[in-house]
């Protein structure tokens, strides 16, 4: 174990993270689609690092340094944080992380972070997993999940629903034509929608029967 981790900060020295060669797991899926829940199942049966954009950057902002700072204000201002402050962040943690194998859950939200994030990494993954999961049924789960008003539920989530098809939908795309999107019908009770996940990634790690 050692051995990876000094590998690990050796590559921090130098700030490549293509010498350390991982495997990188793209993440992408509605809200509600059960992407949270996936994850925590491959991180322990496959051993992989899960890493959620968005948690990265909140950690950030509670550290209170200099570039929490700064994405703390951008965010109550209302603006898009720039691709390559997510993109150092992910990259930091991949470093630190000690391992060679990640999910990275949520990201690229959209063309510019997917192009932003090859260029400045010089890294593609190895493959998108995709939950594929209809409005209807998200709606239903994220309603399910927090009771109480309602209607300002219902339009946040149809907003969020509406956000997610026209940023995230082009980056599928554009994998998809290059042959690395695994799509997963998430529509349906989690044990079976795990047996297919495992059946995307236990060929890469075990025998399969």
Not at 6 to 13: L, R, V
Not at 14 to 19: F, I, K, V
Not at 183 to 200: H, L, Q
């Amino acid at each position: 174990m050692g051995t990876v981790v000094d590998a690990a900060a050796k590559k921090e020295a130098n700030g490549s993270l293509a010498d350390l060669n991982p495997t990188v797991v793209f993440v992408l899926g509605g809200p509600g689609s059960g992407k949270g829940t996936q994850c925590a199942n491959i991180v322990q049966h496959f051993g992989y690092t899960h890493l959620s954009a968005g948690d990265l950057l909140r950690a950030e902002i509670k550290s209170g340094s200099e570039n929490g700072t700064m994405i703390s204000n951008m965010i109550k201002e209302g603006k898009i944080v720039p691709s390559e402050v997510t993109i150092k962040l992910l990259q930091r943690a991949m470093l630190e992380g000690g391992n060679d194998k990640f999910l990275i859950d949520g990201f690229p939200r959209n063309e510019e972070n997917r192009a932003a994030f090859e260029d400045v990494t010089k890294i593609e993954p190895s493959f998108v997993l995709f939950f594929d999961c209809s409005e209807e049924e998200m709606e239903r789960r994220l309603l399910g999940r927090n009771q109480g008003r309602e209607d300002d539920n219902i339009e946040t989530i149809r907003k969020r629903f509406k956000v997610f098809l026209e940023s995230s939908l082009p980056v599928i795309e554009y994998y998809n034509s290059k042959g690395k999107v695994r799509k997963i019908d998430a529509g349906r009770p989690v044990e079976e929608v795990y047996e297919s996940v495992k059946a995307i990634f236990a060929p890469k790690n075990e025998k399969a029967d």
